[in-house]
Structures are given as structure tokens and as C-alpha cells.
């Protein structure tokens, strides 16, 4: 009975030591392609809210780090805004996917977002060994906004520039950029940016390999309530018309959107990944299959 289970508990241990042999020799070509090259990842959704999805993205974002990628973090905090708007009775509106912000909601972004949410990754990522630096767009004057189409989501603002001059000797000196998605227009007012539209802008102002958006969903889908109607590859002309026969639409259109605009610009690959499945980002980068959706500006 004892060599019975030995030659059994062997027998698993050979398996699991065969599949993860496996695992990293379907990585390499990967590591190899990507080893020097700088990946903007967005950092967002139900996947900043449970520990053991943060461990794994922080912990992936130090792999990345430690195999030579230049990781860039974007991050938002949804979750844990709405939580702080509820606890002071401060009502949420949301138009098109994006928060409206008045004087009051902007308080509690900038301090949730600013203060809490970005310290929180740096150390997380820290504590694993890797090195980063937790900047907003007011920082240097990383990120020149402007406020959002004719005012009607109050305090909230789109990227008029990235002044990419603040990043790359932080990149170059090993360290991660971890930012947070508030800058300050030209008027001195702090605005909330999308953190999706943030991230495809650094993405493209940094001539980035890839723009990679971890989000609440699996990617995007040909019917939204259908799981196994998710695309697998696109092309820009065919993210566009999916935007334009709305297929693409609500929270999903910035999302899509800011993908578009980074491989117009130059960015060679975007991908939008369910951020709650544990290792999402590394499945998605050193995996032959992936879990999301890749779209490419070419080919």
C-alpha cells in the first residue's frame, strides 16, 4: 500500500513537473521577443479588489521586470472610489463609461487614486523584489490634460500630451512606473482621466510593444451575453467597425477606443484581458493561445 501511494504521489509530482517544463519552454520564444521591450499595462477593475488577484498581478508585473520587459503600470480604482463615495453619501453618474466628476468627487478620486491605490502597487510590487516608483500625471508635468468634450462630465479630462522626458530615465534606470490616472489642466484644476485612455496614450507616446488592458470582462465579445462569442484577433479596420455597428459599445467603447488610438499611433499590439483570472498577463503575453483579445494595427 505505502509503494503503492509513493509510485502514485511520483507519479503526480512527474506530471505536474512535465506540464510546468512545459509551461516555461512555451514562454521562452516569448521572454525572448519581448526582453528589452516596454509593455503598458492597465491595472483596473474587480482585479484590485481581491488579495489574491493582486498578489498574482504583482507578481507578474515583477516577473516581467525580472526577464528584461520594461513594464509601464496604468491604474485606475473604480472599485474602491465607488466605495468612498458611498460611505460619504456622494451619489455616482456614469455617462458613456466615464464618471462624471464634480469638485466633490474629484476630492475623493485624486485621494483615493493618488494616496491609497498607487502606494498600494508600488509596495506590492516591492516587496517581490522588483523596484518601482509611483507617479501621477501632475508629477512633472507627465500628463498635459484637457478637460473632456464641452464640460458635461464636470472635473474630467483627456490626455493632451505625455511628456515621456519623466519616464525614461526611470525606465532605463530598472524601475516601474506605476501611474495614476489624474492630471491637471492648464488651468491648474485636477481632472479625472480614463484610466484605459491614459494607458493607450503613454502606450503610444512611449512607442510601446504592446498596450495591455486588464479589465472585467473576457475581451471583446461578438454577443455581449455569450462567453464562447469571444474574438480571439482583430484587426484595426474590424475593431473600428465593431465600434461603429455597435457591437462595441458602454464601457467597452473607451476601452476599444483607446486601443484603436494607440496602434494608430504606432503601438504594435493591443489586448483586452479579463483581469480576474489569476496570471492573466503572463497567460496572455508567453502563452501560444492567450485569454483575450489582440488587436493589431497591421497585417
Known amino acids: 500500500m505505502e509503494n503503492t501511494l509513493k509510485s502514485q504521489s511520483k507519479h503526480n509530482h512527474s506530471g505536474n513537473d512535465a506540464i510546468r517544463v512545459s509551461v516555461l519552454s512555451e514562454a521562452l520564444p516569448y521572454i525572448q521577443k519581448f526582453a528589452g521591450r516596454r509593455i503598458v499595462i492597465k491595472y483596473g477593475g474587480a482585479a484590485m479588489v481581491k488579495n489574491e488577484l493582486k498578489e498574482a498581478i504583482f507578481r507578474d508585473i515583477a516577473l516581467l521586470s525580472t526577464v528584461g520587459v520594461q ?23 456614469f455617462r458613456n463609461g466615464l464618471r462624471v466628476t464634480d469638485k466633490q468627487t474629484m476630492d475623493i478620486v485624486q485621494m483615493v487614486l493618488v494616496g ?57 534606470q530598472g524601475y516601474i512606473p506605476v501611474i495614476s490616472s489624474v492630471a ?21 507616446a512611449l512607442g510601446a510593444e ?54 494608430a499611433q504606432g503601438v504594435a499590439a493591443a489586448h483586452i484581458v479579463d483581469g480576474r483570472i489569476p496570471h492573466a498577463l503572463l497567460l496572455e503575453l508567453f502563452t501560444d493561445a492567450g485569454i483575450g483579445t489582440m488587436i493589431v494595427g497591421r497585417g
Open 71 to 93: 513594464p509601464v503600470v496604468v491604474h485606475g480604482g473604480g472599485p474602491e472610489i465607488n466605495q468612498w463615495l458611498e460611505r460619504l453619501k456622494i451619489k455616482s453618474e
Open 116 to 172: 491609497r491605490v498607487n502606494k498600494e502597487i508600488v509596495n506590492g510590487i516591492n516587496k517581490l523584489g522588483s523596484s518601482s516608483v509611483g507617479l501621477c500625471g501632475i508629477d512633472g508635468g507627465l500628463i498635459e490634460a484637457r478637460q473632456h468634450g464641452d464640460g458635461s462630465h464636470g472635473l474630467v479630462g483627456e490626455v493632451a500630451k505625455v511628456n515621456i522626458d519623466v519616464l525614461k530615465p526611470i525606465i532605463e
Open 210 to 263: 504592446k498596450l495591455i488592458l486588464l479589465t472585467d470582462t473576457l475581451g471583446i465579445l461578438k454577443s455581449k451575453d455569450d462567453p464562447k462569442s469571444l474574438i480571439k484577433f482583430l484587426r484595426l479596420s474590424e475593431a473600428r467597425a465593431l465600434i461603429e455597428s455597435s457591437v462595441v459599445d458602454g464601457g467597452m467603447m473607451p476601452k476599444t477606443e483607446c486601443c484603436i488610438r494607440a496602434l
Open 184 to 204: 491637471t489642466s492648464s488651468d491648474g484644476n485636477a481632472l479625472n482621466i480614463n484610466a484605459d485612455t491614459v494607458a493607450g496614450e503613454v502606450a503610444a
